[in-house]
């Protein structure tokens, strides 16, 4: 008995120095941690502060590498679950014969082989929030078990017939457009709706270039612990160089340049090398792609995305639209077209 009650105090620990960490980690890549000042993120700010409190389901839609899971982070960090887990799924990272045990858990001799009982991801975020990363790529059979488990609360582990309260938050995250795997049967409209009762935008890194000298200062803090080195930052010339670059991979590239200069540099100013076209130089003529003048970005954007509205008929999502021409999402394209003031 008391073998087992020491094992038990020893678990207890283990459990909460895991903890303690996942907190320090959540607390280092949330919104009010990197201070970032551009006007769009300060909006998605005021959204996170206004949906955290309450315990509704959040989608948060945008391009791969624009910092969802951070927003998620923050969600969960601003709201009254903060105290208790923050657990990540990738959906599709996950085998479609695995995720419904992965999710869901089951008990000791559900399966052959199975000798002791097995905890699901919502079993485990139990008071907390789960957050639902790439739900675009969930089967269909386990979204509707997610729906109920959204609009009644409970759950059914494998191989059990009965079910289970559970109480999570659940927070949703795509780069896919959902509208249109709805169309295309490969996602669950009442899903769609639960899911969405309030939707927040990530930004694309290239929509807002303020922020580019906040997130590099947090990524030089992390990789001077990481590789135990004193980068002061970086010169004045290379930030504004930064700041013009498109950054295709988003906070993903952004993030990668920044470790790939720490390597061979010990201390003082980080030399991040910029891709060649970070700098905006001379434009080509879209039409026939012999070089005419310069034109300021946002002009050449919206000159580039009018054309290719054109041989598209106007259509901007789905198969063949001007989104799946330019890869971006269909939100992001509808975005820049409002603020450019392009019309179909």
Same mark, same amino acid.
């Given at each position: 008995?008391?073998?087992?009650?020491?094992?038990?105090?020893?678990?207890?620990?283990?459990?909460?120095?895991?903890?303690?960490?996942?907190?320090?980690?959540?607390?280092?890549?949330?919104?009010?941690?990197?201070?970032?000042?551009?006007?769009?993120?300060?909006?998605?700010?005021?959204?996170?502060?206004?949906?955290?409190?309450?315990?509704?389901?959040?989608?948060?839609?945008?391009?791969?590498?624009?910092?969802?899971?951070?927003?998620?982070?923050?969600?969960?960090?601003?709201?009254?679950?903060?105290?208790?887990?923050?657990?990540?799924?990738?959906?599709?990272?996950?085998?479609?014969?695995?995720?419904?045990?992965?999710?869901?858990?089951?008990?000791?001799? *559900?399966?052959? @082989?199975?000798?002791?009982?097995?905890?699901?991801?919502? /079993?485990? +975020?139990?008071? =907390? #929030?789960?957050?639902?990363?790439?739900?675009?790529?969930?089967?269909?059979?386990?979204?509707?078990?997610?729906?109920?488990?959204?609009?009644?609360?409970?759950?059914?582990?494998?191989?059990?017939?009965?079910?289970?309260?559970?109480?999570?938050?659940?927070?949703?995250?795509?780069?896919?457009?959902?509208?249109?795997?709805?169309?295309?049967?490969?996602?669950?409209?009442?899903?769609?709706?639960?899911?969405?009762?309030?939707?927040?935008?990530?930004?694309?890194?290239?929509?807002?270039?303020?922020?580019?000298?906040?997130?590099?200062?947090?990524?030089?803090?992390?990789?001077?612990?990481?590789?135990?080195?004193?980068?002061?930052?970086?010169?004045?010339?290379?930030?504004?160089?930064?700041?013009?670059? *498109?950054?295709? @991979?988003?906070?993903?590239?952004?993030?990668?340049?920044? /470790?790939? +200069?720490?390597? =061979? #540099?010990?201390?003082?100013?980080?030399?991040?090398?910029?891709?060649?076209?970070?700098?905006?130089?001379?434009?080509?003529?879209?039409?026939?792609?012999?070089?005419?003048?310069?034109?300021?970005?946002?002009?050449?954007?919206?000159?580039?995305?009018?054309?290719?509205?054109?041989?598209?008929?106007?259509?901007?999502?789905?198969?063949?639209?001007?989104?799946?021409?330019?890869?971006?999402?269909?939100?992001?394209?509808?975005?820049?077209?409002?603020?450019?003031?392009?019309?179909?």
């Amino acid at each position: 008995m008391n073998e087992a009650l020491a094992k038990a105090n020893v678990d207890h620990e283990r459990v909460k120095l895991e903890h303690d960490r996942m907190l320090a980690e959540i607390n280092d890549a949330t919104l009010p941690s990197l201070g970032l000042t551009s006007t769009k993120m300060k909006r998605v700010m005021q959204k996170i502060e206004q949906v955290a409190p309450t315990d509704i389901s959040v989608l948060i839609t945008g391009e791969a590498g624009t910092g969802k899971e951070i927003i998620a982070r923050t969600v969960h960090l601003l709201s009254p679950r903060s105290k208790n887990r923050f657990i990540v799924v990738k959906c599709s990272d996950l085998p479609a014969e695995l995720i419904e045990s992965e999710l869901f858990g089951y008990p000791k001799g *559900a399966f052959t @082989g199975t000798y002791r009982d097995r905890i699901g991801r919502f /079993e485990a +975020a139990e008071g =907390g #929030t789960i957050f639902l990363d790439e739900i675009g790529d969930l089967p269909l059979l386990l979204q509707s078990r997610l729906q109920r488990v959204l609009k009644e609360g409970v759950y059914t582990p494998v191989g059990e017939s009965g079910h289970r309260p559970v109480d999570v938050r659940v927070i949703a995250a795509t780069d896919k457009n959902l509208r249109a795997l709805i169309e295309d049967g490969k996602f669950r409209s009442d899903l769609y709706y639960q899911l969405s009762l309030f939707s927040i935008e990530s930004i694309p890194l290239r929509d807002r270039p303020e922020d580019i000298g906040k997130l590099i200062d947090h990524f030089i803090r992390k990789f001077n612990r990481k590789f135990k080195k004193n980068i002061s930052g970086l010169d004045d010339t290379t930030l504004l160089r930064l700041q013009t670059y *498109a950054y295709p @991979g988003n906070l993903w590239e952004l993030e990668s340049m920044v /470790e790939r +200069a720490f390597i =061979g #540099t010990s201390n003082g100013v980080l030399p991040i090398q910029v891709p060649p076209d970070g700098n905006p130089g001379p434009t080509l003529n879209v039409f026939d792609g012999r070089l005419t003048e310069f034109l300021p970005f946002e002009e050449y954007q919206r000159k580039y995305i009018q054309l290719v509205l054109d041989s598209t008929g106007g259509k901007v999502s789905g198969e063949g639209g001007a989104a799946e021409i330019l890869q971006i999402h269909p939100q992001t394209l509808f975005s820049k077209m409002k603020r450019l003031g392009i019309k179909r």
